[in-house]
């Protein structure tokens, strides 16, 4: 099953993370099939690709409760 998940990346003590469509067994920090953003929870910015996202969630692709909230504030999802 597909999903739409946060990739850690970044230093020690300073994350920042991409979101990524993943196959769900995989682990977090694993091979993506596609990147369609990113998001920095310290200075709180977020860019994501609408389109992209949107395709693959047509394509049956579940976003996790995090990536759900996040798309749901900058009105990607209603």
Do not use: C, H, Q
């Amino acid at each position: 099953m597909l999903k739409l998940r946060l990739k850690r990346i970044g230093r020690k003590r300073s994350p920042s993370y991409r979101l990524v469509i993943m196959e769900n067994s995989t682990r977090r920090d694993g091979r993506p099939i596609d990147e369609v953003g990113y998001y920095d929870p310290i200075t709180k910015t977020s860019k994501f690709d609408a389109i992209k996202i949107k395709k693959w969630l047509n394509y049956g692709a579940k976003p996790t409760d995090t990536i759900f909230n996040l798309l749901k504030k900058s009105n990607i999802i209603e």
